[in-house]
């Protein structure tokens, strides 16, 4: 039956044509057909428990007709007869990927962004369905937001860090407390300058969102120091096309030697998105390996790494302020670049309890708060 028109369904030799009620014509596979039958999906789990690994041959329509709205087909060599509205069907007509609510647009920000960070309210996001939802908006456009009125407990950090993901550890554990230590493992336990940059590009899959609880902060000194790291390198597009492309394209070494544990990862400091926009940035000088890559594409590489690092320190960018005891900031680790001036250890007490949740999480639970999926 190739080719043949079957009351406005032409039923080629891998799948079917139709017009969809916008006038265009939809052409669809009937491996995709048969598999996405709506009694493929369990009502209740909404995951598929149709196996379309038991067709040896492609599944045909013994028949196939419009009817109110939807295509009905009748499959041949089995007893089962599928209907798809053609609302669903137009949806993926075009095979461009399925309509995301999280897929927000970034909006970039600049050095004079301190007055005008989301802010809420601890208490209000515990209670708050709709604060909940604008902290998780501003996470997805902005890359950052502060917690206010904390409450001074390790518990507080735990239920702020819950309302968004499950806490993800690193290979330092569940929690990290920055303080002054007697014997450092890490810069940031010092009381030293802490350089721009990311947290732990030394894990695979580096912390996704970052929370810093600031507990106390009586000392000198110590101002936090955020940036937009797609503001920077948008720019970096435009300025320095060429060293844009290496950053993107070229992966570089991290490493971290921990307590007998030698981790290793390589990422790019630059990362698109799926629409070839800049998702992110990961960039650790404490953390960067020795660059193992050939020695002639360091040549190129080195001065376009180094261009992008100076740029982020430009006063343009770096939006400095001291955060408070009772403030918690929340950021996405893979975009927003942070650091720390120097502090004097003796001048008072300073104490920042931190936890991780996960990027894909924070979207998962945003999309379940303003869509309703795929089945409505
Ligand atoms: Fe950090």
């Known amino acids: 039956m190739d080719g043949a028109q079957i009351e406005g369904v032409a039923i080629g030799e891998n799948g079917l044509t139709l017009t969809l009620p916008d006038g265009s014509q939809g052409y669809y596979n009937f491996w995709w057909l048969r598999d996405n039958c709506r009694s493929s999906f369990d009502a209740e789990t909404r995951e598929r428990t149709f196996d379309i690994f038991h067709y040896a041959t492609t599944p045909r329509p013994a028949e196939a ?75 997805l456009v902005e890359g950052i937001a502060i917690v206010t009125d904390m409450p001074d407990s390790d518990e507080g950090l735990t239920r702020t860090a819950e309302l968004i993901g499950t806490i993800r550890p690193s290979f330092f554990g569940a929690y990290f407390d920055v303080r002054t230590h007697i014997k450092p493992t890490n810069l940031a336990y010092t009381a030293k300058a802490l350089e721009l940059h990311t947290d732990v590009p030394s894990e695979e899959l580096a912390p996704g969102i970052q929370f810093l609880h600031c507990r106390a902060n009586s000392v000198v000194g110590g101002q936090n120091l955020f940036l937009d790291g797609t503001a920077v390198a948008n720019d970096l597009r435009r300025e320095d096309p060429e060293a844009f492309r290496l950053l993107t394209e070229i992966d570089i070494p991290y490493y971290k030697e921990h307590d007998g544990i030698d981790m290793r990862a390589r990422q ?10 800049v998702s992110g940035v990961t960039i650790s ?55 720390r001036a120097a502090y004097s250890a003796t001048s008072g007490e300073r104490y920042l309890r931190g936890t991780y949740t996960d990027r894909g999480e924070l979207r998962g639970i945003y999309r379940g708060m303003v869509s309703t999926g795929r089945f409505g």
Not at 97 to 104: N, Y
């Open 65 to 139: 007709r419009i009817e109110d709205g939807a295509l009905v087909i009748d499959w041949a060599g089995e007893d089962h007869v599928s209907r798809y509205p053609l609302g669903m069907l137009a949806d993926y007509a075009t095979g461009a990927p399925r309509h995301d609510p999280a897929d927000l647009p970034r909006r970039p920000w600049y050095s004079d962004h301190y007055p005008n960070v989301t802010r809420v309210s601890h208490p209000l996001l515990l209670e708050s369905a709709e604060e909940r939802r604008r902290w998780m908006e501003a996470l």
């Open 285 to 339: 000088q404490h953390m960067a390996d020795v660059f193992d890559l050939p020695q002639h594409v360091l040549d190129s590489y080195y001065p376009a790494f180094v261009r992008f690092g100076r740029m982020l320190q430009e006063d343009r960018y770096v939006m400095r302020f001291t955060l408070r005891a009772t403030e918690c900031i929340v950021f996405d680790n893979h975009r927003i670049v942070h650091g």
């Open 268 to 277: 790019r400091v630059i990362e698109l998105d799926r629409h070839g926009e």
